[in-house]
């Protein structure tokens, strides 16, 4: 039996097929994969078509059907300095590969009495859509940001439309209008310069849906209300916001694409309720050895139990003992302080000894904190973590940020606020009852519950329209 027989043995069962699409991005990926167990568990068959490079582990889905798509990325290493790069290659190399892979599965499926009945693909592959019109297929699209970042891309648009980039630094604290919390400086692009042309137009690419029929966010009618009203109006498509998926029970499977060391949570362990604080910065961003050097003394000053995930290109392929003296960090550490390379970030911040989260503000680390309670450190880097920070720490009140993150100094007081002073408690209670509300929009009759039974029954009716 060839490959293509074995995928439709599988679907034989489920009459309906859907498509994801994502990118080779741990924060991308992530959700996607989520998607694809929510749907499987609602009666879904899942095809996941993704490029080569960085692929997921079929292990892990073994219900899904995976599909490589050549994107000649081979050796190619991502980092925080070509993203936009990459997602470039992907989308002019991906295109002849997908439509040629769908062609053959449509053929396929209606051969068995089957259909497809949408793609789903992620906002940064733009070539999706024009392979989905082009085959006349539904398409959605997969928000795994804040809706808040839509809208500051949107206005990024609009003041390059009316010449206002370059923007006077002297005008960078003032608010923008209607997008209260935000400043103009926590906008997910610098605009003190003239921004180069081929950025305004990857960023006026992201925000436009095109042909697609919906939009899907991993977030949550509770946290942005308004603000997914307004895109609604914007874009005239239904909808979707039915985060945050990680709680739903179907997606908890492995989505990582590094190994995640376990052996911290039997240290977790023997430490007392929300004493540790979790420093990650995720998956792509880099500090440079200055803030590493700070960083460990800050720690180390605070006297605050830690877990510090610090991967190996997190400071350009070194380690963190090429910055110290022979074993001078951490013998002064002892057994108060764990390093690893990676974590199972989500079985850490729901363990009761963590009670502070130092995070880079991407969607996912903040959505993970806030559905445990766990109150944030906020050391944003780019592009929709500037915002995720400005609502943690001004509108929402459950993080702060570093005044100085060099200065091992702030850093110390940094971590203390948080961790043991009354504003850090305080921080801790609302972020629980954030937690609360998210926990409550996933029961039944919570929004993100029935938003999640719409979905479904929109993907069936576009089908059955579509097969017509």
Partial sequence: MGSMERDMEQCRTRKHTVVLVPPPLQGHMTPMLQLGSILYSKGFSIVVAHSEFRPPDPLNHPGFIFHALSDNLSGYQASINNLLDLISAINSNCRAPLQDYMVQLMEDQKLQGYQVSCMIYDALLFFVDSVSTHLKIPSIILRPNMAAYMLSCHCICKLQAENRIPFPESRLQEPVPELHPLRFKDLPYPITNAIPEWLMDFNASSINIRSS????????????????????????????????????????????????????????????????????????????????????????????????????????????????????????????????????????????????????????????????????????????????????????????????????????????????????????????????????????????????????????????????
């Avoid at 009203?229 to 239904?238: D, E, I, T």
């Avoid at 029970?249 to 989505?255: M, Q």
């Avoid at 960090?329 to 009761?352: C, D, M, N, T």
Wanted: glycine share 8%.
């Fill in 213 to 468: 029929v919906a939009t899907i966010w991993n977030t949550t009618d509770c946290l942005e209300h308004s603000t997914l009203s307004r895109l609604q109006q914007c874009y005239k498509v239904p909808c979707f916001p039915i985060g945050p998926l990680h709680k739903l029970e179907a997606a908890a499977t492995a989505t990582s694409f590094l190994e995640e060391d376990q052996s911290c949570i039997s240290w977790l362990e023997r430490q007392p309720p929300n004493s540790v604080i979790y420093i990650s910065l995720g998956s792509i961003a880099c500090i440079n050895e200055q803030e590493l050097t700070e960083t460990a003394w800050g720690l180390a000053n605070s006297g605050i139990p830690f877990i510090w995930v610090l991967r190996s290109d997190s400071i350009d392929g070194s380690q963190l003992d090429d910055h110290f003296p022979e074993g001078s960090f951490k013998s002064l550490l002892g057994e108060r302080g764990l390093i690893f390379k990676w974590a199972p970030q989500k079985k850490v911040l729901a363990h009761r000894a963590v009670g502070g989260f130092w995070s880079h503000c991407g969607w996912n680390s903040t959505i993970e904190s806030i559905c445990e309670g766990v109150p944030m450190i906020c050391r944003p880097h780019f592009a929709d973590q500037i915002v995720n920070a400005r609502y943690l720490t001004y509108e929402w009140k459950v993080g702060l940020e570093i005044e100085n993150v060099v200065d091992r100094g702030s850093i110390e007081k940094s971590i203390r606020r948080l961790m043991v002073e009354v504003e850090g408690k305080e921080m801790r209670q609302r972020m629980l009852i954030m937690k609360d509300k998210l926990e409550a929009g996933l029961q039944k009759g919570g929004s993100s519950y029935e938003s999640l039974n719409d979905l479904t029954e929109f993907i069936t009716s576009v089908s059955s329209a579509a097969g017509q």
